[in-house]
Structure formats: structure tokens, C-alpha cells
């Protein structure tokens, strides 16, 4: 269980745990020729371009071998495992300070990341794979559950719900449950609520706004990092200029409970939650003057 300082303790594989006092920034290391938002940037030299992210605060370093932008088609195993398990081996090699996690929907790639000495599954789709929740438990590695409505491929075509928030959160705790149900230790659940996938503007709002009612059920990953939402909101903005609209739903995401903040904008979330999270901490652990202005 978290101490009144801690925010979220989290265990992962190999009997490490990650202990956060604030929300911390897990660092994008997409390794995909087709990511919205990164296609193609870490492939010269991903196992250098994750230890940077390290370098700049990451607390954890999410390797993703499958782009899950709208639209994108499934990336068949083989291809998956080559473009993934060399980067998470390479950086085990390198020692990288910071646990990695594996972004991926496949329990057969888990299995194998993991064995490679990732120490974490982050799985957008939630247990898609029947297989997935075992694969963890197994492993005994930590589990980042998110919510989707469809699949990559048709997910942003017409989503649609009667109540959102409602229906992403009895989905993740059903998923949860599902989970710990398979054997996976309820320490090692983080949840999410899917930013983008399956969600029109409206619906992302709606659930950035519900953060605190769905921290209830397990320490929150929100990731929001260069997505159309941000673009929506920012008249149109391209990817290339939503980092500063990132920077401020960042801030609001972690005020609101995320313990976790996915971000490909490492060192610039890293300032923005530590002082965020200074300023917003402030005011309880002021002394408490009966009220009066000094
Ligand atoms: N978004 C993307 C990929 N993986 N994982 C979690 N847990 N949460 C997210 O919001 C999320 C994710 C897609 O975005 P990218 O192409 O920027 O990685």
C-alpha cells in the first residue's frame, strides 16, 4: 500500500516496484516506421534515443513496436518482435536505469519482452488478447490496462456512448478484475482511460474531467502527448506544434490523479509536473494560520 507520501507504489517483474511521491512521466520510445506522431524518429538509434528520455526524467520507458494511430492496419508478430525485442535488449545491456515497459496488445510479444527484462505491459486494448493477463501474471510485471472502444483500425470512425465516463469506468474495473481474476497482483494494475482511442473530443474531455472519480479504482496512466485532441482544441494545429497545449493538459491530467503522464516530450513534462505539482502541493502542507492574511 502507498504511505500518506507516496502517490502510487507499483510492482513490476524481477521484484522491482515503482514508487511515486508525485506523478512521474513515462517516456514514448516508439519504434514504428508509422506512429502519428513520431514515425520513424528513434529508428537510427532507439536504444540511445531511450536512455536520453531516461536521462531527461522518465520514470519508466515504453518501447512500442505497433503504431495504434486511427486507421493503422495490425503489425503481424514476427515484425513486432524484430523491431522491439533488440531495443528492449539493447537497453537492458546499456543498464538503463529505469524500468521499460512494452507497448503492445500481443501476448505472445509480451511474453518475450518480458523475458527480455521488460518489467511492465502496457496493453491500449485492454486484454484483447485472451492470453495477455496470464502472460503478466506469470512474469509476475506490472499491468497498464486502457480503454478502447474498437480497434485501431475503425476505433475513430463514429465513437460513440451513452455516458462515457460511466462506461469507461465499469470497463476498467471489469478488465481489472479479469485481470487479477487471471492471477495478476493487484499492485501491479494501472489504468487508463484511453485518450483518443475510441473517443471523440467531447468524450476525452468528459473523461480528462472524471480523472479524480476513476483514480478510485487504481493509479491512472493518461496519455495525451501530441494527440488530435490537442490539435482539435488548437484550431487545427499539426503535430509538430501541440507541445505546449500537451504541456498544459500534462499539468491538469496530473493534478486531476494521473500517476502517470505518457508523454514523447519528456524533459519539458518533466518541469511542467515538477513545479505543477510544487504549486498545487503547497497548499497542503502550508502551516495553517486560522485563516487571516499575513
Ligand atoms: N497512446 C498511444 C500509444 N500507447 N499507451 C497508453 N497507456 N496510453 C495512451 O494514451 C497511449 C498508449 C498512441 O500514441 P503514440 O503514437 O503517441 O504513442
Known amino acids: 500500500m502507498p504511505t500518506t507520501t507516496e502517490l502510487a507504489r507499483i510492482r513490476l517483474a524481477r521484484g522491482l516496484e515503482l514508487a511515486l511521491e508525485a506523478p512521474g512521466v513515462m517516456g514514448v520510445l516508439n519504434v514504428t516506421p508509422d506512429s502519428f506522431s513520431d514515425g520513424g524518429r528513434h529508428l537510427a538509434d532507439p536504444v540511445g534515443a531511450g536512455l536520453r ?18 486507421g493503422a492496419p495490425p503489425v503481424p508478430l514476427d515484425e513486432e518482435r524484430r523491431r522491439v525485442l533488440p531495443v528492449i535488449e539493447g537497453l537492458v545491456r546499456a543498464g538503463c536505469p529505469a524500468p521499460i515497459s512494452v507497448d503492445t496488445r500481443k501476448a505472445g510479444l509480451a511474453r518475450e519482452a518480458l523475458a527480455a527484462g521488460a518489467a511492465l505491459v502496457n496493453d491500449v486494448t485492454g486484454l484483447s488478447d ?17 480503454h478502447i472502444q474498437g480497434t485501431p483500425a475503425t476505433m475513430q470512425a463514429a465513437p460513440r456512448y451513452a455516458d462515457v465516463v460511466a462506461e469507461v469506468e465499469a470497463w476498467l474495473v471489469a478488465r481489472r478484475a479479469a485481470a487479477v481474476a487471471a492471477g495478476v497482483d493487484p499492485a501491479a494494475v494501472l489504468l487508463d482511460p484511453g485518450i483518443g482511442f475510441g473517443k471523440a473530443l467531447e468524450h476525452n474531455l468528459a473523461l480528462l474531467a472524471a480523472l479524480p472519480r476513476l483514480a478510485a479504482h487504481g493509479p491512472l496512466v493518461v496519455g495525451l502527448s501530441r494527440k488530435a485532441m490537442l490539435g482539435a482544441l488548437l484550431g487545427g494545429r499539426p503535430v509538430e506544434g501541440r507541445l505546449f497545449g500537451g504541456l498544459g493538459g500534462a499539468v491538469v491530467a496530473a493534478c486531476r490523479g494521473a500517476a502517470l503522464v505518457r508523454t514523447h516530450d519528456v524533459a519539458a513534462t518533466v518541469d511542467a509536473l515538477r513545479v505543477a505539482w510544487a504549486i498545487a502541493g503547497a497548499d497542503e502542507r502550508a502551516p495553517r494560520t486560522g485563516g487571516g492574511r499575513p
Do not use: F, I, K, N
Not at 528520455?53 to 486511427?70: F, H, K, Q
Not at 492470453?131 to 490496462?145: E, H, N, P, Q, Y
Open 53 to 70: 528520455l531516461v536521462e531527461e526524467g522518465a520514470v519508466v520507458l515504453d518501447v512500442g513496436g505497433e503504431s495504434t494511430r486511427p
Open 130 to 146: 485472451p492470453d495477455l493477463a496470464g502472460v503478466v501474471a506469470a512474469a509476475g510485471a506490472g499491468l497498464v490496462l486502457g
